[in-house]
């Protein structure tokens, strides 16, 4: 993969979880973005799995030679999208993805890319969620700590519904600014 004349560019695969996705101002917005970058490929997990029946070889050969992975969703209750888990669960296997002589995912980046629809402010010991919103994040932490995995400081969107056009077009470029980045990181 290259980029005109330049030097070839790193895969950056995105696996792109919004079970309504005619619904979503946001991530759909962020999903056209990534489509939209040299070197980035996007999997629309919804899309590809609607009865969830993952192909878990053709999975691991997408992801085999990123040198990038992005989980791009929305929050739901807490966590990632149920088809999201289900990749987790049957594409990251041991043997390949984690423990004695797995290798496949060392060294990759890994960036999660999420919106919450509360607020920043409801993401507080005193407030609605009872945590600020990084005591959401062990277990993305871990999977890519598990993985071997490099972890890159999440993009968050809180207060989705209500953020100004202006601030999700700043978010939306950000992330495509990123994207091109890591292709070429
Ligand atoms: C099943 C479900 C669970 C949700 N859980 C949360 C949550 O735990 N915290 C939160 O802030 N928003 C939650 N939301 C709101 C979504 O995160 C929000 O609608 C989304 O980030 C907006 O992005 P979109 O415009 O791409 O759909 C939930 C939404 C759904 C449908």
Known sequence: MTAGAGAPLRKVLVIFAHAAPQRS?????????????????????????????????AEQDNLADAAALVFLHPIQWYGMPSLLKEWVDTVL??????????????GKHFWLVASTGSPAEAYAPDAAHG???????????????LCGMEWIAPH?????????????GAHVDAFAARLSALTAA
């Not at 296997?93 to 060392?106: C, I």
């Not at 945590?131 to 700590?145: G, K, S, V």
């Open 131 to 145: 945590h600020h919103f990084d005591a959401f994040l062990p277990p993305y932490r871990q999977i890519a700590a």
């Open 156 to 168: 968050i969107l809180h207060g989705a519904h209500q953020s100004s056009e202006e601030t999700l």
């Open 25 to 57: 101002r946001v991530n759909r917005r962020l999903a056209q973005a990534a489509r939209s970058v040299p070197g980035v490929e996007l999997v629309d997990l919804y899309e590809t799995y609607p009865d969830f029946y993952i192909d878990v070889a």
């Open 93 to 106: 296997v041991p043997g390949w993805a984690y423990g004695a002589g797995a290798e496949a995912l060392r």
